[in-house]
Nanobody, 115 residues
């Protein structure tokens, strides 16, 4: 069974940067779809970015130009670089992996943007 784990969350001041990691238990990112979701308190979980066929698509206008994606297949890891962070970015961030008919979720990592 494939396991995915998010890490890199924490407390950061507005305007700061943070890099989140999504690590998999095996080499799957080269053939799988990968998405970053987030869920703020009292809000529905929303899709931020998703990679399909090696191309990242941003589904949230609020993060365009501030969040970027990178992948290291050798380390079985996908990264989310978050810049110019705002208090509205405070949420639990989740990594979602889809491989064929199977779907996997991580436990999430908390990001808090506050002075």
């Amino acid at each position: 069974q494939v396991h995915v784990v998010e890490s890199g969350g924490g407390l950061v001041q507005p305007g700061g940067s943070l890099r989140l990691s999504c690590a998999a238990s095996e080499s799957i990112f080269s053939i799988a779809q990968v998405g970053w979701y987030r869920q703020a308190p009292g809000k529905q979980r929303e899709l931020g970015v998703r990679m399909t066929n090696g191309i990242w698509v941003n589904y949230a206008d609020s993060v365009k130009g501030r969040f970027t994606i990178s992948r290291d297949n050798a380390k079985n890891t996908v990264y989310l670089q978050m810049n110019s962070l705002k208090p509205e970015d405070t949420a639990v961030y989740y990594c979602n992996v889809i491989r064929g008919p199977n779907e996997y979720w991580g436990q999430g990592t908390q990001v808090t943007v506050s002075s």
